[in-house]
């Protein structure tokens, strides 16, 4: 027997750390979602799956990210 449990759009945002109107807002391009008599229900494997497809890592090191590789002085001047 399937025991998936359903959240409701204010619990499945709650668990996402999101707001219910950005779930709201998001309907078509966020988690999957199931209509179940006419209410929307969000199943915990759904969000979970969908915050992982949401990873992103970044391509450069937060050094360059932030700029703080243009305060350090060049190899060249550093005290050895």
Do not use: C, I
């Amino acid at each position: 027997m399937d025991t998936t449990e359903f959240l409701s759009r204010s619990e499945a945002a709650e668990y996402l750390g999101l707001s219910p109107q950005t779930l709201a807002n998001n309907r078509h391009t966020g988690p999957a979602y199931h209509k179940l008599f006419g209410a929307v229900r969000y199943s915990k494997t759904d969000l979970e799956s969908w915050a992982r497809q949401q990873r992103v890592t970044p391509s450069r090191s937060p050094e360059r990210r932030n700029g703080l590789h243009l305060l350090r002085a060049p190899a060249s001047k550093r005290a050895a």
